[in-house]
């Protein structure tokens, strides 16, 4: 299989069309990659699949993908964004499908040989700010939010060390670059105005454009106060349902409204044990 080192999202058009039909991401404005120029080490159209490419990584739609289509190296290869100037940004989110990376890095840089005709192409000044393993945390289900700390760079790319697909393939659907954080939400399970260490909170929200399907979040309280967090979370209205495996029988709140950014507490106290459930 040849390789393609080459291909470049198509820029501001994207981000026109976006904003006037896909408001779930255009309103999150912090998103400073939405339609801008991205690159990658591999683009799938090189083997006829024209509908998996770069321009879709920053393209505001979750249904569309980038894919390295299970190439001999897959595991080696990266995607990137260039955001156009040296700007200030501290989280990504980035958007997964089936086949995704379990271990990879987050590079940043401020000089890179985009040229898709350059031998040296997608050699840059890269520094890794951030690495997942795969003995980390995995993400919930598509929605992958990280903390990079403060950077100022121009240059941003996913370099992917380990994938889901024992082939190794793997794809991403949206690369998103942040310059504040998405809105979060925590509070206290209890039981009898007890905190319960171990509780389990899952979350839902509204579907919209790029996520057919809703939000789905499954948090473990960890601590001693019983109280979780979940952070990236869409402006939209959610419902939350926490239990206490063998305990206490899940409890349900709807209703929970989440601004685009901020923390929304919401605290959830457990009123029915299992040797009460018929």
Same mark, same amino acid.
């Given at each position: 299989?040849?390789?393609h080192?080459?291909?470049?999202?198509l820029?501001?058009?994207?981000?026109?069309?976006?904003?006037?039909?896909?408001?779930?991401?255009?309103?999150?404005?912090?998103?400073?990659?939405?339609?801008?120029?991205?690159?990658a080490?591999?683009?799938?159209?090189?083997?006829?699949?024209?509908?998996?490419?770069?321009?879709?990584l920053?393209?505001?739609?979750?249904?569309?993908?980038?894919?390295?289509?299970?190439?001999?190296? &897959?595991?080696n290869?990266?995607?990137?964004?260039d955001?156009?100037?040296?700007?200030?940004?501290?989280?990504?989110?980035?958007n $997964?499908?089936?086949?995704?990376?379990?271990?990879?890095?987050?590079?940043?840089?401020?000089?890179?040989?985009?040229?898709?005709?350059?031998?040296?192409?997608?050699?840059?000044? $890269?520094?890794?700010?951030?690495?997942?393993q795969?003995?980390d945390?995995?993400?919930?289900?598509?929605?992958?939010?990280?903390?990079?700390?403060?950077?100022?760079?121009?240059?941003v790319?996913?370099?992917?060390?380990?994938?889901?697909?024992?082939?190794?393939? $793997?794809?991403?659907n949206e690369?998103?670059?942040?310059?504040?954080?998405?809105?979060?939400?925590?509070?206290?399970?209890?039981?009898?105005a007890?905190?319960?260490? &171990?509780?389990?909170?899952?979350?839902?929200?509204?579907?919209?454009?790029?996520?057919p399907?809703?939000?789905?979040s499954?948090?473990?309280?960890?601590?001693?106060?019983?109280?979780?967090?979940?952070?990236?979370?869409?402006? &939209?209205?959610?419902?939350?349902?926490?239990?206490?495996?063998?305990?206490?029988?899940?409890?349900?709140?709807?209703?929970?409204?989440? &601004?685009?950014?901020?923390?929304?507490?919401?605290?959830?106290?457990?009123?029915?044990?299992?040797?009460?459930?018929?």
């Open positions: 299989m040849n390789r080192p080459h291909s470049r999202c820029p501001g058009l994207f981000a026109l069309l976006l904003l006037a039909f896909w408001p779930a991401l255009s309103a999150n404005a912090a998103n400073i990659a939405l339609g801008k120029p991205c690159f080490s591999y683009n799938s159209p090189v083997i006829g699949n024209g509908t998996d490419m770069t321009a879709n920053t393209d505001g739609n979750n249904a569309t993908a980038w894919t390295n289509a299970g190439t001999p190296n &897959g595991v290869d990266f995607v990137g964004v955001l156009g100037a040296v700007v200030s940004f501290q989280y990504l989110r980035l $997964w499908p089936a086949d995704h990376a379990t271990a990879f890095n987050v590079e940043v840089a401020n000089t890179v040989d985009t040229d898709p005709n350059s031998f040296d192409y997608g050699s840059g000044d $890269w520094q890794t700010v951030y690495t997942r795969t003995t945390p995995q993400p919930r289900g598509a929605n992958d939010y990280i903390d990079i700390g403060a950077q100022t760079y121009r240059y790319r996913i370099s992917v060390m380990a994938s889901s697909n024992t082939s190794n393939a $793997w794809g991403l690369l998103q670059v942040l310059d504040e954080p998405l809105a979060s939400l925590t509070g206290t399970i209890t039981a009898g007890v905190a319960l260490d &171990g509780a389990l909170v899952s979350l839902s929200g509204p579907t919209d454009a790029g996520n399907a809703p939000f789905v499954t948090a473990t309280v960890t601590n001693a106060s019983g109280v979780y967090l979940i952070t990236g979370l869409d402006a &939209g209205t959610y419902t939350i349902t926490a239990s206490h495996p063998g305990k206490y029988a899940p409890q349900t709140v709807t209703g929970i409204v989440v &601004g685009l950014t901020g923390v929304v507490t919401q605290n959830v106290a457990l009123t029915t044990p299992v040797t009460n459930v018929t």
